[in-house]
């Protein structure tokens, strides 16, 4: 009847009156049609006659499929993907997290006229959570719906939400820990996370992570808005320290050259955390130092932290080539992929041919082919 175009009232009555499976079927074939372009225009405003009928259907499974059909369609008509928005929770559910046919107005309308939990836990799962729609999960004052919008690393969260959280959440641990866990945390409410949460849980923090929350906003105010928690090596920066310590203790490592084989598998960020280790200052403090692209701050660190004076030069001309291939190494994570190392060793031997002769990049080279399993000829 759909492909003929010759639809008429009574003929999509009968489907609304066909057996629970066959409608079932029908909503799914005509839902992946339309989506995929398989209709003539005349064909999809048929279909979108069937989506308005089916959503009147007295089976919530129905109701469900179509909503589980369409979720990811960025073709489904507004007024469409409202309806099942606004249906009950197994309906609204998959369209709520998934579909981009909503706009803010409309999540942020259903968000406000509902207290239904797994609604606006699904809201906090999207793809990309702008700033209102933040607030209106903030404002219901749930605490697992502001934990898994916390989750969400592509959940935009305000300044303003931040500190309602902390005003709302004081003696949530969980919560305040995943708020100086952000990305992007300013330090008037790393200043305000101190004096609002209560010292009990405050101490619990440092306690966990061996850490001081106050010296953050001191460290942090000199740096700028930085990542505040993540700068000092907690987190996943904290798990990354560990697996890399456990790697390096396997391959018999001496810890002395922890630090260099940081460098060696291109992970600024590991060679930073293992020298601010060794020396119990700050990441950030070492991330300054660092950034002096002359290397007189390098060597400084280099010697206070007790590296091999006979490493240092090939461990500068590393460290030069690193910050020139940044943005191609930066999500490798702790493992130095074949490519990465092919790079990385080509442009020191250019550098190398530049300056003359460096003592022991040999063994640097070693050490980087090793980290990358190229000695192994895989």
């Keep these: 009847m759909l492909m003929?175009?010759?639809?008429?009232?009574?003929?999509?009555?009968?489907?609304?009156?066909?057996?629970?499976?066959?409608?079932?079927?029908?909503?799914?074939?005509i839902a992946r049609f339309y989506d995929t372009g398989g209709f003539t225009d005349k064909q999809k405003a048929i279909a979108e006659e069937i989506f308005r009928a089916l959503l009147k259907d007295?089976?919530?499974?129905?109701?469900?499929?179509?909503?589980?059909?369409?979720?990811?369609?960025?073709?489904?008509?507004?007024?469409?993907?409202?309806?099942?928005?606004?249906?009950?929770?197994?309906?609204?559910?998959?369209?709520?997290e998934f579909s981009e046919v909503l706009s803010d107005e409309d999540i942020i309308d259903i968000i406000k006229s509902t207290t239904d939990e797994s609604k606006h836990i699904s809201v906090s799962k999207r793809k990309l959570v702008s700033e209102g729609i933040s607030d209106a999960l903030i404002d219901t004052?749930?605490?697992?719906?502001?934990?898994?919008?916390?989750?969400?690393?592509?959940?935009?969260?305000?300044?303003?939400?931040?500190?309602?959280?902390?005003?709302?959440?004081?003696?949530?641990?969980?919560?305040i820990e995943a708020v100086v866990s952000r990305e992007k945390l300013p330090v008037h409410i790393i200043e305000h996370v101190t004096k609002t949460v209560s010292k009990?849980?405050?101490?619990?923090?440092?306690a966990k992570h061996g850490i001081s929350i106050e010296k953050i906003g001191d460290a942090v105010s000199k740096g700028g808005e930085v990542a505040a928690m993540k700068v000092i090596g907690l987190q996943t920066t904290e798990q990354d320290y560990y697996?890399?310590?456990?790697?390096?203790?396997?391959?018999?490592?001496?810890?002395?050259?922890?630090?260099i084989s940081a460098l060696c598998i291109g992970n600024l960020n590991m060679f930073e955390i293992c020298v601010a280790r060794k020396l119990k200052v700050p990441v950030l403090n070492i991330?300054?130092?660092?950034?002096?692209?002359s290397n007189k701050g390098f060597k400084v660190l280099y010697e206070r932290a007790k590296l091999p004076t006979s490493?240092?030069?090939?461990?500068?001309?590393?460290?030069?080539?690193?910050?020139?291939l940044q943005d191609e190494l930066n999500n490798q994570g702790m493992e130095l992929s074949k490519q990465n190392a092919n790079r990385i060793i080509t442009n020191l031997m250019l550098r190398a041919e530049e300056q003359g002769y460096v003592e022991n990049l040999d063994y640097i080279i070693t050490l980087i082919r090793h980290h990358a399993g190229l000695d192994k000829g895989e």
């Design 287 to 293: 991330r300054t130092v660092l950034s002096d692209e």
């Design 58 to 96: 007295t089976e919530v499974e129905i109701r469900r499929t179509l909503a589980e059909a369409i979720k990811t369609s960025d073709q489904i008509p507004q007024d469409v993907v409202v309806a099942l928005a606004k249906d009950v929770s197994e309906v609204s559910i998959p369209v709520l």
């Design 141 to 175: 004052g749930n605490e697992n719906v502001v934990d898994n919008l916390l989750s969400n690393i592509n959940a935009n969260v305000s300044e303003k939400g931040i500190g309602r959280i902390i005003d709302t959440f004081s003696d949530k641990e969980k919560l």
């Design 4 to 29: 003929s175009g010759n639809l008429s009232n009574e003929d999509i009555q009968k489907l609304l009156e066909s057996p629970l499976e066959r409608r079932r079927d029908v909503t799914n074939k």
């Design 200 to 206: 009990e849980l405050i101490s619990r923090l440092e």
């Design 311 to 324: 490493l240092y030069n090939p461990s500068a001309l590393l460290i030069d080539v690193l910050r020139e």
């Design 243 to 259: 697996n890399f310590c456990k790697v390096m203790k396997q391959m018999q490592i001496d810890e002395n050259l922890m630090p």
